[in-house]
């Protein structure tokens, strides 16, 4: 009987087989295969193909399908660790892995292990939540800080990190981090709010468990307002446009080390209106070297330059020689959008009620891209004082963006006039 393949060899570079119904020839219980992979099959013929019968039936005693089941768990609890957060799925984790002690003493110290590092990745996941909840209850508007310290004795990011490289390093250690507690059932928790198999059916009872999935969007947010606060709250010209030039630097870096989504955050903090709007600022900016970055990521041909560069970092981390070479963080929105418009746009099942695997495959194949590069080590000696900077300073809401933005060069219009005075009047008091 033809087998399912490895899941790494069930790609190649055109691309997924579309050919769906094959001849009778191909098919084997109900299940249908091309080139010795599987490609349909209606869900009993999957579970039938699975379960023992007459001609497949393993050995009852323990001591010989315990390696099996250690593998599975093993494999279950590294790769899905957040299901075990569950009492019950702990509970059971642990009568079952109990069971198979209780043979050999080899297995005894292969569970043991299994568990103790479960047990430090939910501690550390947890951990983690508790410091982004720390952090979350502590922000504050920057305006609000303006309003209590002159502007006179304000630190800016500059202050902070001279060097935009380093800035660029640090930012890259945010991300890594970021990236590394989101476990890849958030992104079936983030779109299936049904049934995967039933497109009618409900089977999400519990709110979907995807705090460290939004807790990195959020991240993305608030860099991309850091930078535009860090750009309009200067009072000087020259000392805006030097941000916007410190902030290019940074950006480029990011481009260069692979971090695609600081990046995109840069850019997107500096498209902001407040920003964009300061012509006087931007006047003394040389901004050739922006234009090439907004080049890279500009959203025509669906992101078609920036796609070309990710492929070229990810063949750079296949082939890499340093720490640094593996480093491929893409731009987290685009890579979310891809994945919703995959599932939404390919049925679950074809119209002979077959389980659509090849849907299910390239789901698989783009998750199991991003587990990799997830799981690099930032190479980047960490600094505290910046880290602490970026994770934690204030920055401006977006009223206080177009406030800070008026102040610094007035309204050219009526509109613009009318929203100043009115923002001045609801964030400062003033008339």
């Given at each position: 009987?033809?087998?399912?393949?490895?899941?790494?060899?069930?790609?190649?570079?055109?691309?997924?087989?579309?050919?769906?119904?094959?001849?009778?020839?191909?098919?084997?219980?109900?299940?249908?295969?091309?080139?010795?992979?599987?490609?349909s099959g209606s869900l009993?013929?999957?579970?039938?193909?699975?379960?023992?019968?007459?001609?497949?039936?393993?050995?009852?005693?323990?001591?010989?399908?315990?390696?099996?089941?250690?593998?599975?768990?093993?494999?279950?609890?590294?790769?899905?660790?957040?299901?075990?957060?569950?009492?019950?799925?702990?509970?059971?984790?642990?009568?079952?892995?109990?069971?198979?002690?209780?043979?050999?003493?080899?297995?005894?110290?292969?569970?043991?292990?299994?568990?103790?590092?479960?047990?430090?990745?939910?501690?550390?996941?947890?951990?983690?939540?508790?410091?982004?909840?720390?952090?979350?209850?502590?922000?504050?508007?920057?305006?609000?800080?303006?309003?209590?310290?002159?502007?006179?004795?304000?630190?800016?990011?500059?202050?902070?990190?001279?060097?935009p490289y380093t800035?660029?390093?640090?930012?890259?250690?945010?991300?890594?981090?970021?990236?590394?507690?989101?476990?890849?059932?958030?992104?079936?928790?983030?779109?299936?709010?049904?049934?995967?198999?039933?497109?009618?059916?409900?089977?999400?009872?519990?709110?979907?468990?995807?705090?460290?999935?939004?807790?990195?969007?959020?991240?993305?947010?608030?860099?991309?307002?850091?930078?535009?606060?860090?750009?309009?709250?200067?009072?000087?010209?020259?000392?805006?446009?030097?941000?916007?030039?410190?902030?290019?630097?940074?950006?480029?870096?990011?481009?260069?080390?692979?971090?695609?989504?600081?990046?995109?955050?840069?850019?997107?903090?500096?498209?902001?209106?407040?920003?964009?709007?300061?012509?006087?600022?931007?006047?003394?900016?040389?901004?050739?070297?922006?234009?090439?970055?907004?080049?890279?990521?500009?959203?025509?041909?669906?992101?078609?330059?920036?796609?070309?560069?990710?492929?070229?970092?990810?063949?750079?981390?296949?082939?890499?020689?340093?720490?640094?070479?593996?480093?491929?963080?893409?731009?987290?929105?685009?890579?979310?959008?891809?994945?919703?418009?995959?599932?939404?746009?390919?049925?679950?099942?074809?119209?002979?009620?077959?389980?659509?695997?090849?849907?299910?495959?390239?789901?698989?194949?783009?998750?199991?891209?991003?587990?990799?590069?997830?799981?690099?080590?930032?190479?980047?000696?960490?600094?505290?004082?910046?880290?602490?900077?970026?994770?934690?300073?204030?920055?401006?809401?977006?009223?206080?963006?177009?406030?800070?933005?008026?102040?610094?060069?007035?309204?050219?219009?009526?509109?613009?006039?009318?929203?100043?005075?009115?923002?001045?009047?609801?964030?400062?008091?003033?008339?």
């Open positions: 009987m033809p087998q399912t393949p490895p899941f790494s060899a069930m790609f190649d570079s055109s691309g997924y087989n579309r050919n769906l119904y094959q001849s009778a020839e191909d098919s084997c219980g109900g299940l249908y295969y091309h080139d010795n992979n599987l490609l009993e013929a999957l579970i039938q193909h699975l379960v023992p019968n007459v001609d497949y039936y393993p050995d009852n005693q323990i001591r010989k399908i315990a390696p099996k089941i250690l593998q599975l768990l093993t494999e279950w609890t590294e790769t899905f660790p957040y299901d075990f957060r569950d009492e019950r799925m702990m509970r059971n984790l642990k009568d079952l892995a109990h069971r198979i002690a209780s043979g050999e003493e080899t297995y005894r110290k292969n569970v043991q292990q299994m568990i103790q590092c479960l047990i430090r990745k939910l501690a550390a996941l947890s951990q983690y939540e508790e410091v982004l909840a720390k952090i979350s209850s502590t922000s504050t508007d920057r305006l609000t800080v303006l309003k209590t310290k002159p502007q006179s004795i304000q630190r800016d990011i500059i202050t902070v990190c001279s060097d800035l660029a390093q640090q930012l890259t250690h945010i991300e890594l981090e970021r990236l590394n507690y989101i476990g890849p059932e958030e992104f079936v928790q983030a779109f299936v709010q049904k049934d995967p198999l039933d497109n009618d059916k409900s089977c999400y009872s519990e709110r979907k468990k995807t705090r460290n999935l939004e807790a990195y969007v959020e991240w993305f947010n608030r860099l991309s307002y850091l930078v535009a606060t860090e750009i309009c709250m200067p009072v000087k010209k020259k000392h805006r446009a030097r941000m916007i030039e410190y902030f290019i630097d940074v950006a480029r870096e990011c481009f260069n080390i692979g971090n695609f989504n600081s990046l995109m955050a840069i850019i997107s903090g500096m498209n902001m209106s407040p920003v964009s709007r300061l012509k006087k600022t931007w006047a003394k900016v040389k901004t050739a070297k922006f234009d090439v970055l907004e080049h890279q990521m500009d959203p025509s041909s669906n992101f078609y330059n920036y796609r070309t560069a990710l492929r070229g970092a990810a063949q750079r981390s296949l082939t890499a020689h340093s720490s640094r070479e593996k480093i491929v963080i893409p731009f987290f929105s685009l890579l979310i959008k891809d994945i919703y418009f995959l599932n939404e746009g390919c049925a679950n099942r074809l119209p002979n009620g077959h389980v659509n695997f090849e849907k299910f495959w390239e789901l698989a194949k783009q998750v199991s891209e991003f587990m990799t590069w997830k799981q690099v080590e930032c190479p980047f000696e960490r600094d505290r004082k910046i880290l602490q900077y970026l994770l934690t300073i204030p920055v401006f809401s977006e009223d206080a963006l177009y406030l800070a933005s008026y102040e610094s060069e007035g309204p050219e219009n009526h509109i613009e006039k009318d929203r100043w005075k009115s923002l001045r009047s609801s964030l400062l008091g003033r008339v």
